[in-house]
């Protein structure tokens, strides 16, 4: 698989459960939105400004330009953010027991 790195692409969309989101990769007049799929909910809100990288994948969309030629959808896949420091994602504190810490823990030691 072909890995990709997209730089100071922007979060436009962040999907409902925070899993996915979709960012702007701009280069002059050209536009272009990846779709972009995690694992856990990664902590990125609308307006974000981030580095990245994954495994490619595009597919021919159904929908098609003007002149009849298709869309094409690109995904990364198993993405790495790359140059931030992670966000904490919001977590319901109605059941929270200070006693029980949560198996959520950020693991320091992750090379990501």
Request: glycine share 8%; no cysteine.
């Amino acid at each position: 698989m072909a890995v990709v790195q997209l730089k100071d692409v922007r979060v436009e969309r962040v999907h409902s459960r925070g899993n996915g989101v979709t960012v702007l990769e701009q280069s002059g007049k050209f536009k272009t939105y990846w779709a972009v799929f995690f694992e856990e909910p990664s902590g990125l809100q609308v307006g974000d400004t981030v580095s990245l990288s994954g495994f490619l994948s595009v597919k021919v969309s159904d929908k098609t330009r003007e002149d009849g030629t298709p869309f094409l959808d690109y995904a990364l896949n198993k993405p790495r953010i790359q140059g931030a420091e992670p966000r904490a994602v919001p977590v319901s504190t109605d059941s929270y027991d200070p006693s029980n810490p949560s198996p959520w823990a950020v693991d320091d030691s992750a090379p990501f």
